[in-house]
């Protein structure tokens, strides 16, 4: 699947959920965060970033922090009751979310989502638009109803 596939899936998913969220599309890279607040002109505390962990049983869960900070797989562990987490690799973040690796949107997908508390703080965010040189720009409560998520500490 190419990029230009993975964001037309998201923009449909955003408009069949009747999503105030605004899909972006760009010529660079925003593949990380540091890029991204670089082309959108703003600072990584304005940015989600969704790490993908799998558990014993492969189940995929996502842990989104804001951009400045770090996920905790004890802190998701915990949320969970699980004893096991692992980072998953670029082909399985395909495999599993039908997305990108670098441009993984905060919802979208089968997972169980982890939000950080301190990312509710925020009026509005950006997010991983299905590709590497694509963005959501959305507000933190959109995500959580979006993908049915728990706020819950999962920051370091």
């Known amino acids: 699947m190419g990029s230009k596939d993975c964001e037309k899936k998201l923009k449909n ?11 972006l599309s760009f010529d660079e890279s925003c593949h990380s965060v540091e890029e991204a607040a ?27 922090v804001k951009g400045e900070d770090r996920a905790s797989t004890k802190a998701v562990s915990r949320a969970l009751s699980i004893e096991r987490l692992r980072l998953a690799s670029p082909d399985e973040i395909l495999e599993m979310t039908g997305y990108l690796f670098g441009g993984t949107p905060s919802f979208g997908f089968d997972a169980i989502f982890l939000i950080d508390n301190k990312v509710m703080k925020e009026e509005m965010v950006y997010s991983g638009g299905g590709s590497d040189k694509s963005l959501v720009k ?3 409560e959109e995500i959580l109803k979006l993908n049915n998520g728990n706020v819950v500490r999962v920051r370091k």
């Open 138 to 140: 959305i507000s933190p």
């Open 13 to 23: 998913f955003l408009i069949d959920n009747n999503s105030e969220g605004e899909h």
């Open 38 to 64: 670089e082309v959108v002109g703003c600072s990584e505390k304005d940015f989600v970033k969704n790490i993908c962990m799998i558990d014993n049983n492969g189940r995929l869960i996502v842990a989104i």
